[in-house]
């Protein structure tokens, strides 16, 4: 869901103010503000995404800039109840572990998401298998007829029907072929 200029400059504000590491994210780019930290998981990934030639721009001072979405990381210099009171009614915090949060508009999932896609195909809940290996995953688990979470998920666990091996394990293979659905 597309966010205004307005509330994403207010994001930029409190992201700067809160000392946490940012990558913003959008369906058409993704930013990097260079006046914030760059802690070392942000460092790794912004290597990873040179060394696959992946575009990340710095973030720019133009009026009508806006973010989708966004990702932080933090320690324990970063005032993290100040962020999350900062994103109240704009976006929801998803804590992915290790340090590592997602930020996505209020009320957009991706369970909303499939919810969607059931009203377009006419397709029951009962019909729909869900697989998530991350805490970004369970709205969706959640709404889905069957949720099914990767082994190397324990954040996810509590959410899920059922349980499968590792994704290096061809967990979701595996878990496709419990359910006769392969």
């Keep these: 869901e597309k966010q205004t200029p307005a509330c994403s400059r ?8 809160t000392n946490v590491a ?3 994210e959008r369906s058409d780019a993704m930013f990097i503000d260079r006046s914030t930290r760059i802690l070392p998981y942000l460092q790794d990934l912004l290597k990873l995404y040179e060394s696959k030639h992946v575009t990340v721009s710095d973030l720019p001072d133009d009026a009508d800039w806006y973010t989708d979405k966004f990702v932080i990381w933090y320690d324990e210099q970063s ?4 962020f999350q009171a900062g994103l109240t009614g704009k976006f929801d915090y998803i804590d992915r572990g290790n340090h590592f949060a997602e930020m996505v508009p209020c009320g ?3 369970a909303t998401g499939m919810e969607k896609m059931m009203q377009l195909l006419g397709a029951d809940r009962s019909q729909i298998f869900a697989v998530g290996d991350s805490l970004n995953d369970r709205p969706m688990l959640e709404a889905a007829g069957t949720g099914i979470a990767m082994g190397d998920s324990p954040m996810l666990h509590p959410y899920a029907d059922y349980i499968t091996a590792n994704l290096a394990d061809d967990g979701l293979e595996k878990a496709l072929a419990h359910f006769d659905l392969i």
């Design 10 to 17: 207010e994001i930029v504000e409190l992201v700067r103010r």
């Design 79 to 82: 005032d993290l109840a100040a």
């Design 22 to 24: 940012v990558l913003y």
């Design 108 to 110: 957009c999932s991706k």
